[in-house]
């Protein structure tokens, strides 16, 4: 039996085969490519955001990779937060966003937006009342260079309000993260220990 007795030709087959993948080709290019005369967008751009940070809106504009420590350190002016490793090891940057502690460093600030973020300068009341595990860190001079004492106390607070301030190997286990190059670990233990009850009073 010929070729041309079968109905399809090697012919016709190469040249609806070339035919068809010259249309997927076409249809692909014209859904996914820009026109030639639109602009890119440059990736550096600042992104416009939006972060409700203790309990007030700030509107920043910012590079898509900014961290939300860096966010809040030098685009909001809340320097309370510190910068020590940068890498997620020390706990100095901790924050709590949503009501749980969160290490801003290795958090986007865009991550952020939408959601409720406090800060240790949102601790304390209006009228400038301590919080009680503030006030715990004085009474039980729980600090001495102060760096790492912001991350201290909100991851403090969150270790509390987590459940896991029971014992002190307990409190040991869920403040690991956070370091303290002076050393004030029993002190620090003591003032969760001591705050726990009035955290649960106030």
Request: charged share 20%; net charge neutral; hydrophobic share 35%.
């Given at each position: 039996?010929?070729?041309?007795?079968?109905?399809?030709?090697?012919?016709?087959?190469?040249?609806?085969?070339?035919?068809?993948?010259?249309?997927?080709?076409?249809?692909?290019?014209?859904?996914?490519?820009?026109?030639?005369?639109?602009p890119?967008?440059d990736?550096?751009s600042?992104?416009?955001?939006?972060?409700?940070?203790?309990?007030?809106?700030?509107?920043?504009?910012?590079d898509?990779?900014?961290?939300?420590?860096?966010?809040?350190?030098?685009?909001?002016?809340?320097?309370?937060?510190?910068?020590?490793?940068?890498?997620?090891?020390?706990?100095?940057?901790?924050?709590?966003?949503?009501?749980?502690?969160?290490?801003?460093?290795?958090?986007?600030?865009?991550?952020?937006?939408?959601?409720?973020?406090?800060?240790?300068?949102?601790?304390?009341s209006?009228?400038?009342?301590?919080?009680?595990?503030?006030?715990?860190?004085?009474?039980?001079?729980?600090?001495?260079?102060?760096?790492?004492?912001?991350?201290?106390?909100?991851?403090?607070?969150?270790?509390?309000?987590?459940?896991?301030?029971?014992?002190?190997?307990?409190?040991?286990e869920?403040?690991?993260?956070?370091?303290?190059?002076?050393?004030?670990?029993?002190?620090?233990?003591?003032?969760?220990?001591?705050?726990?009850?009035?955290?649960?009073?106030?």
């Amino acid at each position: 039996m010929s070729e041309q007795n079968q109905g399809w030709s090697r012919r016709n087959f190469l040249t609806s085969t070339a035919a068809s993948t010259m249309s997927v080709a076409l249809l692909d290019r014209a859904a996914g490519a820009a026109p030639a005369d639109e602009p890119k967008a440059d990736p550096r751009s600042p992104v416009s955001l939006s972060l409700n940070v203790n309990g007030s809106t700030r509107r920043v504009a910012l590079d898509a990779r900014t961290t939300l420590l860096d966010a809040l350190r030098e685009h909001i002016g809340l320097t309370g937060s510190k910068k020590g490793c940068d890498h997620g090891q020390c706990g100095a940057c901790t924050v709590m966003v949503d009501g749980k502690r969160v290490l801003s460093c290795l958090t986007l600030a865009a991550a952020a937006q939408g959601r409720e973020v406090t800060t240790i300068e949102g601790l304390a009341s209006a009228d400038g009342t301590l919080h009680p595990m503030q006030q715990a860190f004085i009474d039980h001079d729980a600090f001495q260079c102060g760096y790492c004492t912001p991350g201290q106390i909100m991851s403090a607070v969150a270790c509390v309000k987590e459940g896991h301030a029971n014992s002190e190997s307990e409190i040991r286990e869920y403040m690991s993260g956070n370091l303290c190059r002076c050393a004030c670990y029993p002190n620090i233990v003591d003032a969760i220990t001591g705050a726990k009850p009035k955290m649960k009073e106030a």
